[in-house]
């Protein structure tokens, strides 16, 4: 549930970074050009549902929520606006959850490698959610200076424990760790 209070108090206090539409939405794609040290955490495209059904077992798709088609064509089109404006990618990182590793290879960017630390902590205990965010904040971390943008795949809340932002399906929250190696919330992307 705690990421359920995070969405309520991020709601009722207008946290959540400046918002990327397209008043400014030029801005932004050039700060992604420009600035390889940046990090867009990604929630995975459409999969109806929420959470995982019962008998979920990771490696095995069908018993898991996985993308719709709806999900499939928006994560096709992510990957389409990331390559139509040029933005360097590094690498591209996934939960091993299918529909985070389906959604990494749907956008087409790169090879996309599945990452233990990006699974959900929908519903992990306090320790386990605790440790995932500080690999994932390591990762970031480790990112600076790069020689282009990284993409993490994920789930709403994961970006939540790590940002304060609980983005739609496909949407996605910028980053970078600052030199003294805090992560810094610089917008969003909202999902197409």
Do not use: Y
């Amino acid at each position: 549930m705690k990421w359920l209070t995070a969405i309520v108090v991020a709601a009722l206090l207008g946290l959540g970074g400046p918002f990327i539409g397209s008043a400014n939405a030029q801005g932004v794609w050039s700060q992604l050009r420009e600035d390889p040290g940046l990090v867009v955490l990604m929630r995975h495209a459409i999969a109806p549902g929420g959470g995982d059904p019962p008998g979920f077992t990771l490696g095995k798709c069908s018993t898991q929520r996985n993308l719709s088609a709806e999900g499939r064509s928006q994560a096709r089109s992510i990957g389409r606006e990331f390559r139509e404006q040029r933005v360097p990618i590094d690498a591209v990182l996934s939960s091993r959850w299918c529909r985070a590793v389906d959604t990494a290879k749907l956008l087409g960017l790169g090879t996309a490698r599945p990452k233990s630390s990006l699974d959900s902590v929908f519903t992990a205990s306090q320790q386990v959610s605790d440790r995932k965010k500080r690999q994932t904040e390591q990762i970031i971390r480790n990112h600076r200076g790069n020689s282009g943008v990284l993409v993490l795949v994920g789930h709403q809340a994961n970006i939540i424990d790590l940002t304060g932002v609980a983005p739609n399906s496909g949407g996605a929250v910028i980053v970078r760790a600052d030199k003294n190696g805090n992560i810094k919330v610089l917008g969003q992307i909202p999902p197409p």
